[in-house]
Structure formats: structure tokens, C-alpha cells
């Protein structure tokens, strides 16, 4: 059986200097998700910095992410998408789409990568204890009750294409997630998500 490997939290969105687009927020927390599982932040390992990814998509990174030090509370982290020259068009497009989803609210969690190391079953789901995180990424769905934007300072104005861009890509990404998960149940794999 293939354990969980994705936990989702809060985050919130930052205003810097024109340049940098960042944000930050909780990576992880001890809350009972509504899967019914648990994570103990005390028991994360990690190595900064990490990738930030566009929904769990190894091929799609969109920057990176910078864990601070794990509490009792969870882990916060500090995360930034880069703006990209027009030579590179199509990572262009990418990292503006997915600043363009924080910016507008269509994305409002993150949700960790995880190899779990040492965990127990409970009645309701998982009890990990030690996990080894080795990618974040945003995500529009979050599995915590409380894994939403809090505020959104201030950031800069996205041209209409952008707009446009997100319509394609969240109508393109509900079609990929309909075919990947009928590939993943064709093999006959198990997994559990958070």
C-alpha cells in the first residue's frame, strides 16, 4: 500500500518590491486534516531550498521555497516565484499563470511532498511521525478546513492574457487530474491523499 504523501496548510500572500513576487505561510501543522490525518512537525526533516511546484507536478516547477525552523505549531515557510524574461516564453507563462492564480484567489493552499519515514495507523487515518518533505506546492483544494489565503497585500496587475491563460490551464488541468487518476486506478495502485 502507498502511504499519503500530500499534506495541505494555510498560506499568505506578501508584498514586496516589484521584482520579487513572494508569499509565505504555515508548510504543515499538527491539525487533524479531513482525511484523519496527522503530521508532527517536530518530526519533518527537509533540505532548503526546496522546489515549489504547481500542483504536485515534478514537471511544472515555479519556484522555490525556503522552510524555517519546525515548532510544535507546524513549519512555516517563505516561498518565491521569479519573474522570468521573454525569451524563456513558455516558463513565462507558467510562473505568471501561477502568480496570477494566488493573485485573483483561484489558489489558496499549499500542500507538502512527502516520503513518510515512521507513521501509525489510527482509526480515522495516518499518525505520521517522521516524514522527510521534499517539494511544496500550491494547490486550489486544501484538505485542512483552514488551509486559505489570509490576505493578499498587494501585488502587481497581471495583463488580460494571463487572465485568459488561467481559464485554459484550470480547464487543460481538470482534464490531465480526470486522465491521471484513470491511469493511476488502471495499474491497480493504492494510495491515500491529503
Given at each position: 500500500?502507498?502511504?499519503?504523501?500530500?499534506?495541505?496548510?494555510a498560506?499568505?500572500?506578501?508584498?514586496?518590491?516589484?521584482d520579487?513576487r513572494?508569499?509565505?505561510?504555515?508548510?504543515?501543522?499538527?491539525?487533524?486534516?479531513?482525511?484523519?490525518?496527522?503530521?508532527?512537525?517536530?518530526?519533518?526533516?527537509?533540505?532548503?531550498?526546496?522546489a515549489?511546484l504547481?500542483?504536485?507536478?515534478?514537471?511544472?516547477?515555479?519556484?522555490s521555497?525556503i522552510?524555517?525552523?519546525?515548532t510544535?505549531?507546524?513549519?512555516?515557510?517563505?516561498?518565491?516565484?521569479p519573474?522570468?524574461?521573454e525569451?524563456?516564453?513558455?516558463?513565462?507563462?507558467?510562473?505568471?499563470?501561477?502568480?496570477?492564480?494566488?493573485?485573483?484567489?483561484?489558489?489558496?493552499?499549499?500542500?507538502?511532498g512527502?516520503?513518510?519515514?515512521?507513521?501509525?495507523?489510527?482509526?480515522?487515518?495516518?499518525d505520521?511521525?517522521?516524514?522527510?518533505?521534499?517539494?511544496?506546492?500550491?494547490?486550489?483544494?486544501?484538505?485542512?478546513?483552514?488551509?486559505?489565503?489570509?490576505?493578499?497585500?498587494?501585488?502587481?496587475?497581471?495583463?488580460?492574457?494571463?487572465?485568459?491563460?488561467?481559464?485554459?490551464?484550470d480547464?487543460?488541468?481538470?482534464?490531465?487530474?480526470?486522465?491521471?487518476?484513470?491511469?493511476?486506478?488502471?495499474?491497480?495502485a493504492?494510495?491515500?491523499s491529503?
Amino acid at each position: 500500500m502507498e502511504l499519503a504523501n500530500r499534506a495541505y496548510a494555510a498560506f499568505e500572500v506578501k508584498a514586496l518590491d516589484s521584482d520579487r513576487r513572494t508569499f509565505s505561510g504555515w508548510a504543515t501543522t499538527p491539525a487533524l486534516d479531513r482525511m484523519g490525518d496527522t503530521i508532527n512537525p517536530l518530526g519533518v526533516t527537509f533540505r532548503n531550498p526546496l522546489a515549489l511546484l504547481h500542483g504536485h507536478r515534478h514537471d511544472l516547477p515555479i519556484g522555490s521555497v525556503i522552510f524555517q525552523t519546525p515548532t510544535k505549531k507546524g513549519i512555516k515557510f517563505d516561498a518565491e516565484i521569479p519573474v522570468v524574461d521573454e525569451e524563456y516564453a513558455s516558463l513565462r507563462d507558467r510562473v505568471n499563470t501561477a502568480w496570477g492564480e494566488l493573485k485573483y484567489g483561484l489558489v489558496r493552499a499549499v500542500s507538502i511532498g512527502f516520503s513518510p519515514i515512521k507513521y501509525a495507523f489510527t482509526d480515522d487515518g495516518v499518525d505520521y511521525q517522521e516524514i522527510e518533505v521534499y517539494e511544496l506546492s500550491t494547490v486550489a483544494i486544501p484538505a485542512l478546513p483552514e488551509a486559505v489565503i489570509t490576505a493578499v497585500k498587494s501585488m502587481n496587475d497581471l495583463p488580460r492574457t494571463a487572465v485568459a491563460q488561467i481559464k485554459h490551464f484550470d480547464l487543460q488541468g481538470a482534464v490531465h487530474l480526470i486522465s491521471a487518476r484513470d491511469q493511476h486506478l488502471a495499474r491497480g495502485a493504492v494510495s491515500i491523499s491529503r
